[in-house]
């Protein structure tokens, strides 16, 4: 064994009752806490990010390419299936999925209440997957109803639970739509399901239809849609595609990216950031700072060993590295610590939802969690790197402790 381990480990183990012990634990606990609050802010902070950007893409894709339309907000001109976006994006590699999708505004009436609403209208190459998840009631809309074969589209629709509850709407429930356009065409639609993503922007206005429906509305052909959403494989490619993209938009034709029409929701991400960073930061700043403090009262108690070490012809580089060992033993405990608590505060959370929250502020009901290991382990290297520069600060005193005066030096 190197003799700085092998003193190292005498320190250690004959520290039991004296003053430097209690103040030992004092900094495996500051080091503990550090990370067990590092691994629990990171995994809340992942999974608010995560589940706010889930529910956005359920009707805000990463990229939109529209017709420009006067007038109406809510709709889009006609664009055609056949036009330079739709070539060009096969030959991007970033694009996971696109679908085409049309709106068209209309108020909802039953016999008691009336709403206006916004009518997406999806085709067959819209993906369901993440709105299945948000259903509450009845099923996803059908598109071999008999009223696609009467009138050539799909009658049924899905609604919010917003939309559900002001209306008195139920799943299997008969609703007329009057869209907003002179002269008005009122048709019956069918509730086939009711959503509810918790968010007030989709869930206040948004139903989704058969495409074919809208087309239809809009007297258009079968060729023409509103809108081109486009899914990215990784979110951080999104400046990159809309960039390539808008070379071959052509004109009369917008594009337009999520970070910009949700643009208060991401704002808000860009601040917990921010937030967290300072506040882990200055987490880690007390926790190293407890460890040269702790370390400093360790030397301090050693001294006559430090003079004796001196005396046998000890240089101050390896009395250095035998404080200096202590003092990792202390952060590695603190780590194993603080990583099995944080797991097991995050595990507590993920599994019974124990702090819940309002989602008219919040857009959830519960505190999410997510797991990500490779974050969880920047955090240890991260405390690791910080703490291991910061135990060379108190071990500089070393080289000042003269022989004779440490070797008289009395507690």
């Known amino acids: 064994m190197q003799f700085p381990s092998f003193i190292a480990k005498r320190i250690r183990n004959n520290e039991a009752g004296s003053f430097s012990a209690t103040v030992s634990r004092i900094g495996v606990a500051s080091i503990a806490i550090g990370v067990a609050v590092g691994i629990l802010a990171f995994a809340i902070l992942l999974g608010f990010k995560q589940t706010i950007q889930q529910k956005v893409f359920l009707f805000g894709a990463h990229i939109n390419v529209s017709a420009y339309i006067l007038g109406n907000t809510y709709e889009e001109g006609p664009l055609s299936t056949n036009n330079a976006v739709a070539r060009e994006l096969p030959n991007i590699p970033q694009v996971a999925h696109w679908q085409v999708v049309a709106h068209k505004s209309g108020i ?25 998840q948000t259903l509450v009631s009845g099923r996803l809309p059908g598109k ?32 007329i739509m009057y869209t907003l356009q002179n002269p008005p065409r009122p048709r019956k639609l069918t509730v086939a399901g009711i959503y509810d993503t918790q968010m007030e922007e989709f869930d206040n206005t948004l139903i989704i239809g058969d495409l074919a429906l809208v087309q239809r509305l809009n007297n258009w052909g079968s060729d023409s849609i509103g809108t081109y959403e486009i899914y990215l494989k990784n979110f951080a490619d999104l400046d990159l595609v809309a960039a390539r993209l808008r070379e071959v938009v052509p004109s009369g034709v917008y594009l337009s990216r999520v970070t910009d029409s949700f643009r208060p929701l991401f704002d808000w991400l860009v601040l917990l950031d921010r937030n967290t960073a300072v506040f882990l930061s200055l987490i880690l700043f007390v926790a190293c700072f407890n460890m040269v403090s702790i370390l400093l009262v360790m030397i301090m108690e050693r001294t006559p060993l430090i003079g004796l070490l001196k005396t046998l012809g000890s240089p101050n580089r390896q009395i250095r590295r035998v404080f200096f060992r202590v003092g990792l033993f202390m952060v590695q405990k603190g780590l194993l610590i603080g990583n099995g608590v944080g797991l097991f505060l995050c595990w507590l959370q993920y599994e019974f939802h124990l702090i819940p929250l309002d989602p008219v502020n919040y857009y959830m009901n519960t505190v999410p969690i997510v797991f990500d290991w490779s974050t969880f382990l920047v955090i240890n290297v991260v405390t690791i790197i910080v703490a291991s520069l910061i135990l060379l600060i108190p071990t500089l005193i070393i080289t000042r402790i003269q022989p004779i005066k440490a070797l008289l030096f009395k507690k």
């Open 144 to 175: 071999k109803d008999s009223s696609s074969l009467k009138y050539g589209y799909s009658s049924e629709i899905l609604v919010s639970k917003k939309i559900a509850s002001q209306l008195l709407l139920k799943a299997g429930d008969g609703v």
């Open 108 to 132: 909802l009436k039953t016999k008691e209440e009336i709403k206006g609403v916004v009518l997406k209208g999806v085709g067959d190459d819209y993906n369901w997957d993440m709105i299945e």
